[in-house]
């Protein structure tokens, strides 16, 4: 096993739609391991493989008190209902957004032995699969920004998750010259120095980013899910 590097905006794999999984052999079984790994790493809930540069229809989960899991050629089959919720991505490390969910989902899957699953899923579960099988199509959270939504620089500061019943974790405002200057903040094993810095030049292009003054206008109670 081991952990991979992953790719940041604007890295043109994440606007790349992943193939289906033909045959589940022992690649695809390494794969899943090791992007288990490194969403482990991460201290992340969910990742895609375009993530880590590998455009194969595979995602892998990790929720607190449950197993990893990986999911192969996941669909969705339903969206049931909208809501507004606060979201990250770990391909935009250090940055979060508002954007529009469904209430529930219906997927389906396979899983590692080929097993077919199927999913009714509501809340956090709905909202991480959905972003997750978006990636799978070249689709990122910043494509569901609220209009006239912008990303703000936030550090994530992770509870201890061993009986962590609540899956909100308590974020804190930074600065983005703190994010810049300081770039241990971002874990050296996933993040290479040279795509965090073509990420916050392009967020900064893109004019995607809340301004200081604005983004200190969020309350210090505010919580929100972990990085998908
Ligand atoms: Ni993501």
Redesign the pocket.
Known sequence: MSILQIRTFPDPVLRSRAKQVSEINDDIKNLTSDMIETLIEAKGL?L?AN?VGILKRIIVLNFPEKKPMALINPEITKKIGRRTVEEG???FPNHTGVVERSLKIKAKALDEHGGRLYFDSEDLFAQVLE??ID?LNGIL?IDHLKKHEKLHARKFEYPDQTHQHDLKIQVEVVKDEELNENHSKYNEKLYSEIRVEKMLEALEKGNLLVDLSSSTNVKEDEKLVGN?
């Open positions: 969910g895609a993530q991505c770990l391909s972003h997750e990636h959270f998908l």
